[in-house]
């Protein structure tokens, strides 16, 4: 099947909305508790879907993934140590793929699609945190070739623990129109 990845429109928030709680319910069955009814909370999904920086992967005009790119660093970012220094910096939050989806590449066509927004855009490195406990994305981070940052982000209300990862890359060495993202 054929993927589009379209910016989130208004008439996207409740299907975004549901995405996020029927992910969080399967997280819990397999005792990964990064989110919560707390976070990510309606008002700030709402928001970024209003801001423009809310991508999707619809079917049938249902949400099906999800992914906000945008240059906010937490602040908790200011105590990692990152190997690569910059100020053009995208940062990829709250990745989320149906679970009904899962297994298809959905997760990596989306990072895919942030680098290459990334690249066209102007950007010289992409940063993440991730919760420790979820080996999932921790596994798909590290064969991407995000590089670990040295420190932890603790998030409330039980002060989730999460690693961050970093890429910077390289967009301009190019064959045949495809881009290859290289780690420096």
């Given at each position: 099947m054929d993927y589009s990845i379209i910016k989130a429109s208004m008439t996207d928030?409740?299907?975004?909305?549901?995405?996020y709680k029927k992910c969080t319910r399967h997280l819990e069955s397999i005792g990964i508790h990064q989110w919560d009814d707390t976070y990510p909370s309606p008002g700030m999904l709402r928001n970024n879907i209003r801001d423009g920086?809310?991508?999707v992967i619809r079917v049938q005009e249902v949400v099906i993934a999800t992914v906000t790119l945008d240059s906010d660093q937490?602040?908790?970012?200011?105590a990692i140590h990152w190997a690569y220094p910059s100020d053009r910096v995208?940062?990829?939050?709250?990745?989320c793929v149906d679970p009904d989806h899962q297994g298809r590449g959905l997760a990596r066509?989306?990072?895919?699609f942030s680098e290459k927004y990334a690249e066209d855009h102007g950007y010289e490195?992409?940063?993440?945190?991730a919760f420790l406990g979820n080996t999932y994305s921790q596994k798909l981070y590290r064969k991407l070739?995000?590089?670990e940052a040295i420190g932890y982000c603790y998030y409330p209300p039980d002060d989730i623990m999460?690693?961050?990862f970093e890429k910077k890359f390289v967009s301009d060495f190019r064959m045949d129109n495809t881009i290859f993202w290289t780690d420096l």
């Amino acid at each position: 099947m054929d993927y589009s990845i379209i910016k989130a429109s208004m008439t996207d928030y409740e299907s975004i909305l549901h995405l996020y709680k029927k992910c969080t319910r399967h997280l819990e069955s397999i005792g990964i508790h990064q989110w919560d009814d707390t976070y990510p909370s309606p008002g700030m999904l709402r928001n970024n879907i209003r801001d423009g920086v809310t991508w999707v992967i619809r079917v049938q005009e249902v949400v099906i993934a999800t992914v906000t790119l945008d240059s906010d660093q937490d602040e908790k970012f200011n105590a990692i140590h990152w190997a690569y220094p910059s100020d053009r910096v995208l940062v990829i939050h709250r990745l989320c793929v149906d679970p009904d989806h899962q297994g298809r590449g959905l997760a990596r066509y989306m990072i895919a699609f942030s680098e290459k927004y990334a690249e066209d855009h102007g950007y010289e490195v992409i940063r993440l945190d991730a919760f420790l406990g979820n080996t999932y994305s921790q596994k798909l981070y590290r064969k991407l070739h995000y590089h670990e940052a040295i420190g932890y982000c603790y998030y409330p209300p039980d002060d989730i623990m999460c690693n961050c990862f970093e890429k910077k890359f390289v967009s301009d060495f190019r064959m045949d129109n495809t881009i290859f993202w290289t780690d420096l």
